[in-house]
T-cell receptor
Framework: AQKITQTQPGMFVQEKEAVTLDCTYDTSDPSYGLFWYKQPSSGEMIFLIYQGSYDQQNATEGRYSLNFQKARKSANLVISASQLGDSAMYFC????????????FGSGTRLLVRP | DAMVIQNPRYQVTQFGKPVTLSCSQTLNHNVMYWYQQKSSQAPKLLFHYYDKDFNNEADTPDNFQSRRPNTSFCFLDIRSPGLGDAAMYLCATKGFRTEAFFGQGTRLTVV
């Protein structure tokens, strides 16, 4: 069975510094997708970044990058130059590669950016 | 422009009184999902549609049902809400790439 693990319930980071949010996963399927979402206090789930299991390069989207280590089954999110608006809950998720596009979520990490 | 719209944003219902949450999408995608997210927890998949094929997760309570009258609209019906059903309900479809694209959610309170 597929599983996503986020071991950091909460993290602090100083404004303008970089922070890494950890995510490990478990699957027996060689083809899968990994996602990171941001959920501010308003509740909406905002898509940040995607990494496919066959992608050769780590994904990047602006200040977000995904440190994908396939052998270790980890997909850590790196946020560079943290901003106060980055304070939110962050979820790592994995998608089954069948036609259903179902996402399995980790338990989340609450990030607080200090001024 | 919003591509997944959920109404209402906030819903208060009485214990045991049926309630319906609605979702519409402008992406015209054949996949739609309903997730339940309780406070400080990860979203949990309740139902998903692929075209007209409807799938409920094995542990989705019988109290929850869903309807999808057409590609654009999807409804979540809670027949007899209990206090434990208070949660954020998130609707999603497939985004421009491969991600799930979520609406803003409906926060349900049961009194």
């Amino acid at each position: 069975a597929q599983k996503i693990t986020q071991t950091q319930p909460g993290m602090f980071v100083q404004e303008k510094e970089a922070v890494t949010l950890d995510c490990t996963y478990d699957t027996s399927d060689p083809s899968y997708g990994l996602f990171w979402y941001k959920q501010p206090s308003s509740g909406e789930m905002i898509f940040l970044i995607y990494q496919g299991s066959y992608d050769q390069q780590n994904a990047t989207e602006g200040r977000y990058s995904l440190n994908f280590q396939k052998a270790r089954k980890s997909a850590n999110l790196v946020i560079s130059a943290s901003q106060l608006g980055d304070s939110a809950m962050y979820f790592c998720a994995m998608r089954e590669m069948d036609s259903s596009y179902k996402l399995i979520f980790g338990s989340g990490t609450r990030l607080l950016v200090r001024p | 422009d919003a591509m997944v719209i959920q109404n209402p944003r906030y819903q208060v219902t009485q214990f045991g009184k049926p309630v319906t949450l609605s979702c519409s999408q402008t992406l015209n995608h054949n996949v739609m999902y309903w997730y339940q997210q309780k406070s400080s927890q990860a979203p949990k998949l309740l139902f998903h549609y692929y075209d007209k094929d409807f799938n409920n997760e094995a542990d989705t309570p019988d109290n929850f049902q869903s309807r999808r009258p057409n590609t654009s609209f999807c409804f979540l019906d809670i027949r007899s809400p209990g206090l434990g059903d208070a949660a954020m309900y998130l609707c999603a479809t497939k985004g421009f790439r491969t991600e799930a694209f979520f609406g803003q959610g409906t926060r349900l309170t049961v009194v």
